[in-house]
């Protein structure tokens, strides 16, 4: 391959900003006072934290040199499977950061909040659309709340049919938020294995559903990046016997234009806008995890709910079967302007993004099949999962594998999950990759196939590169420090 982009640079150390600076120093200068300086009082002032002395370019440096400790998706490719951690256009983050959108104070009265109102409003038709589930909440701030959301919904419906219900069906290709999402709600989370082929099977999901389960969440595409070919004939069993299906829209990068969501029997379809719609992700937040519901769940959406008047947009709570409120506010607003931005920029090219996600995806697979093993061999859709069973016989792991990339520039992609493959290798390019970008780490893996069979002691002890290179993880499992 050619030269690697992973290379050991001029890295810096830097001390933490108590270690640096010198009495005196000071990053700003306040204007000329035309009164005079008077002392606080000790006893008003207090003993308040002691605080370093720093010039501007103290600070300045310190944080640019930590800035470079970092990779990003800026940085470059980071395959994080079930993640879709794509670009995200610098566009959007210039509309979020307008002044009449970054300064609007959530209490403002309706009347000055009519541009806000009117994008929300609309996005909620977009998500619709794009789903084909027409009623909408962009409240819940993460995929895992919009979960809760929808099992809270689900919940509620029974309640109102005065019939509840107690148990819950989780396949174990499904993310692992779905089951937490559930017991919540107060269901009992009751597995469900999928077949041979990796997805679902008709006659599983009958032998378990039964008039004490609320329904089932099904995450399609699924975390082995597969399509679930009998999701119609699963949601007619799941709705014959008084059931709803929660779909975990997480991976919806794959499939949007391409599958309408209510057409194969889903009632509830959660979002990540901090994945499909091409938000920040990562660093603990924000998200945004909206829910799409059909008209004879609308009833029960969080609330408040946008609505459109004679004069205008506003915020009504008049929903009585609601769930009520599941987070302050209206969801992280910033987020949902970026996805807004988004949306309106792609338009009908939102159906050529997931299509070049399952292309890129499928590219990968096809390259490494026979270098990897591949568990299912069929074509994917956003993301392909491979096993380490092709190098563990020259006692290399998936994890040697994920550390040796590091030193080749790239990201490592998600390891050990899907629970249901050992050894798992799950990645994820996305469409905002180039060929040229996946040709190079398609060319990593196969060196790092090589090196595994030739010279395994590299891949013991990688990472070498970067700053922090190989920690003992089994000594930091079992005897964490948890107070420096």
């Not at 000071?26 to 035309?34: F, K, V």
């Not at 794009?130 to 509620?156: D, K, N, R």
């Not at 029960?300 to 008047?309: A, C, E, I, M, W």
Request: charged content about 20%; overall charge negative.
């Amino acid at each position: 391959m050619k030269e690697l982009t992973g290379t050991t640079g001029h890295i810096f150390n830097e001390p933490l900003l108590w270690e640096k600076g010198s009495t005196g120093r000071m990053g700003y200068s306040l204007p000329r006072r035309d009164v005079d300086t008077v002392p606080v009082a000790k006893a008003l002032a207090g003993n308040g934290p002691d605080f370093p002395d720093l010039s501007e370019l103290d600070v300045v440096r310190h944080f640019t040199r930590l800035s470079q400790w970092n990779f990003g998706v800026d940085s470059g490719m980071y395959p994080l499977g079930s993640c879709t951690m794509k670009y995200n256009p610098k566009t959007n983050e210039r509309q979020a950061s307008l002044p009449g959108f970054a300064g609007a104070h959530p209490l403002l009265p309706a009347p000055l909040s009519q541009g806000a109102l009117k994008l929300l409003f609309d996005l909620e038709r977009y998500l619709g659309e794009v789903t084909g589930l027409p009623a909408v909440s962009l409240q819940p701030a993460a995929g895992s709340q919009g979960e809760l959301a929808g099992m809270l919904i689900f919940h509620a419906y029974h309640q109102s049919r005065g019939r509840p219900r107690s148990k819950v069906l989780i396949p174990d290709t499904a993310h692992g938020t779905n089951p937490a999402s559930g017991a919540l709600c107060g269901f009992k989370a009751i597995p469900l294995k999928s077949n041979e082929q990796g997805v679902l099977s008709p006659e599983a999901v009958a032998e378990l559903m039964d008039e004490d389960t609320t329904g089932i969440m099904i995450t399609n595409p699924n975390t082995l990046g597969l399509f679930e070919d009998n999701i119609k004939e699963v949601a007619r069993i799941v709705h014959d016997r008084g059931g709803l299906v929660y779909g975990d829209g997480a991976n919806m990068n794959a499939a949007m234009g391409i599958v309408n969501m209510a057409q194969t029997g889903v009632d509830v379809l959660h979002l990540n806008l901090h994945k499909t719609f091409s938000t920040p992700h990562g660093g603990g937040g924000p998200g945004s995890g909206p829910i799409c519901v059909t008209r004879e769940l609308e009833k029960f959406l969080p609330v408040p709910r946008v609505v459109k008047t004679e004069g205008g947009y506003e915020l009504c709570e008049d929903y009585p079967e609601s769930v009520g409120k599941v987070h302050a506010f209206y969801g992280n607003f910033s987020v949902l302007i970026k996805a807004y931005c988004y949306t309106r920029s792609m338009g009908p090219d939102l159906k050529k993004a997931s299509q070049y996600a399952v292309l890129n995806a499928n590219y990968i697979r096809e390259s490494l099949k026979g270098v990897y093993h591949l568990p299912y061999d069929r074509p994917c859709m956003h993301e392909c999962v491979f096993t380490d069973e092709n190098q563990n016989r020259f006692k290399v792991t998936t994890l040697d594998i994920a550390k040796r990339l590091m030193d080749y520039g790239f990201h490592p992609p998600t390891v050990y999950f899907p629970l249901v493959v050992s050894g798992a290798i799950m990645i994820e390019p996305t469409e905002s990759e180039s060929r040229e970008t996946i040709d190079e780490f398609i060319a990593a893996m196969k060196s790092i196939a090589r090196e595994a069979q030739e010279q395994p002691e590299l891949l013991h002890q990688a990472p070498q590169n970067p700053k922090v290179q190989r920690l003992d993880e089994t000594l930091a499992a079992r005897t964490p420090c948890l107070t420096d």
